[in-house]
């Protein structure tokens, strides 16, 4: 049985065209519906994809940088201690960590299509949302001993506890992410 067999001639050019392009058919007053066999980076999973490529690595970047801009004007006396040159270089790694591994894990669900590829990216969403903040708090931790405690580490790892649950279970759940990483 061929893997294309109950799709209109319309449905089979634009799969040959774009492959990576969800299943859909679209009627003659252009409005789509989603085949019960929609498959392929699109729907919620190409969000998740926008996510971690683009918007989490803007964000990531934007807001260390408007931290690092509030923190100046609350101490404009801190830029010129060494302390400063720490945090700063603690938080840009950990920024630059995170944005390689959300990256990479965009990258994956975009060109991999095996069925290892959603658990290979659920360990990288953890990894680069909730293991990039444990280790940049831990290491503050030990640079910082008296300015952070551990109700900062419940503070900072409550959203990206949430964003790995929601995600994670998307990518269990999700029938589009069974037909899509088959291989």
Same mark, same amino acid.
């Given at each position: 049985?061929? &893997?294309?067999?109950?799709?209109?001639?319309? &449905?089979?050019?634009?799969?040959?065209?774009?492959?990576?392009?969800?299943?859909?058919?679209? +009627?003659?007053?252009? !409005?789509?519906?989603?085949? %019960?066999?929609?498959? *392929?980076?699109? *729907? #919620?999973? *190409?969000?998740?994809?926008?996510?971690?490529?683009?918007? !989490? %690595?803007?964000?990531?970047?934007?807001?260390?940088?408007?931290? +690092?801009? &509030?923190?100046? &004007?609350?101490?404009?006396? @801190?830029?010129?201690?060494?302390?400063?040159?720490? @945090?700063?270089?603690?938080?840009?790694?950990?920024?630059?960590?995170? @944005?390689?591994? !959300?990256?990479?894990?965009?990258?994956?669900?975009?060109?991999?299509?095996?069925?290892?590829?959603? #658990?290979?990216?659920?360990?990288? $969403? #953890?990894?680069?949302?909730? *293991?990039?903040?444990?280790?940049?708090?831990? @290491?503050?931790?030990?640079?910082? %001993?008296?300015?952070?405690?551990?109700?900062? /580490?419940?503070?900072?790892?409550?959203? %990206?506890?949430?964003?790995?649950? $929601?995600?994670?279970?998307?990518?269990? /759940?999700?029938?589009? =992410?069974?037909?899509?990483? =088959?291989?």
């Amino acid at each position: 049985m061929d &893997e294309h067999d109950g799709l209109t001639p319309r &449905e089979r050019a634009a799969l040959a065209r774009n492959p990576y392009a969800s299943l859909a058919s679209t +009627h003659t007053d252009g !409005s789509q519906n989603m085949s %019960p066999e929609a498959s *392929g980076v699109g *729907g #919620w999973l *190409g969000f998740l994809v926008a996510i971690l490529i683009l918007i !989490s %690595p803007v964000l990531s970047i934007v807001l260390t940088f408007l931290g +690092h801009q &509030e923190a100046l &004007e609350f101490n404009p006396r @801190i830029r010129a201690t060494d302390q400063w040159q720490t @945090i700063q270089l603690l938080d840009w790694s950990t920024v630059f960590g995170q @944005i390689s591994l !959300s990256v990479t894990a965009g990258l994956l669900l975009l060109k991999r299509r095996r069925r290892s590829t959603k #658990w290979l990216v659920i360990a990288l $969403i #953890w990894l680069s949302s909730v *293991g990039v903040n444990v280790l940049g708090f831990v @290491i503050a931790l030990d640079l910082f %001993p008296d300015s952070l405690t551990a109700a900062d /580490l419940g503070t900072s790892l409550g959203r %990206p506890i949430i964003f790995s649950l $929601i995600w994670t279970l998307y990518l269990l /759940l999700s029938k589009r =992410v069974k037909r899509t990483y =088959v291989e």
